[in-house]
Each structure stands twice: as structure tokens, then as C-alpha cells.
């Protein structure tokens, strides 16, 4: 399962990916700064839902952990153990 911390990493790297055609054209001056800003939030708000979206699927996913069946070994007595005082 993702930790919120490994997501937010996850996401913000996404993010930044996909902001890079953005950042391109805020330095080539054909994309106003506060457009550039609008647009690099909204590809992170993106980001990070395709990234829970994506986690949310692979944790249903994930085998569920099954418990081994008793063996019986927790009651055994050991031979070498004294015999209950009730017995003598």
C-alpha cells in the first residue's frame, strides 16, 4: 500500500512533468505568467488524483494475507515437562 508521503512524491513528480511544455513557454514569453501558474496547479491537482486513482486500483488488487491453519503444536506437551500435581 502507498503512503500519502510516497504519493505526494509520486504526484508532484507527475506534476512536474507534466508542467514542462508551460514553464517552456512562460521562458519563450508566448504564455503570460499567471496563465502558467493556473496551469501548473491544475497538473498537479491531476497529478495527484491520477496517482490515487492508480493506488487506490492496485491496493484493491493486492492478495488479501491468509492465516496458516493451526497445527497443533501450540498444545503439545513436551516429554520432558513434569506431570500436573493432581496426578501424584
Known amino acids: 500500500m502507498m ?13 512536474a ?5 508551460v514553464l517552456k ?4 514569453g508566448t504564455i ?8 501548473v ?3 498537479m491537482v491531476v497529478a495527484y488524483a491520477a496517482v490515487t486513482v ?5 491496493a484493491g488488487y493486492l492478495p488479501t ?12 506437551i513436551l516429554v520432558d515437562d513434569p506431570p500436573p500435581a493432581d496426578t501424584l
Not at 512533468?17 to 511544455?21: C, D, F, Q
Not at 503570460?32 to 496551469?39: H, L, Q
Not at 494475507?65 to 503439545?76: L, N
Open 17 to 21: 512533468l507534466l508542467s514542462v511544455p
Open 41 to 43: 496547479a491544475l497538473g
Open 65 to 76: 494475507p491468509v492465516e496458516p491453519p493451526p497445527d497443533g503444536i501450540e498444545d503439545a
Open 3 to 15: 503512503t500519502s508521503e510516497v504519493k505526494a512524491k509520486v504526484a508532484v513528480a507527475l506534476g
Open 25 to 28: 513557454g512562460v521562458l519563450a
Open 32 to 39: 503570460p505568467t499567471a496563465t502558467a501558474a493556473v496551469r
Open 54 to 58: 492508480v493506488a487506490a486500483v492496485v
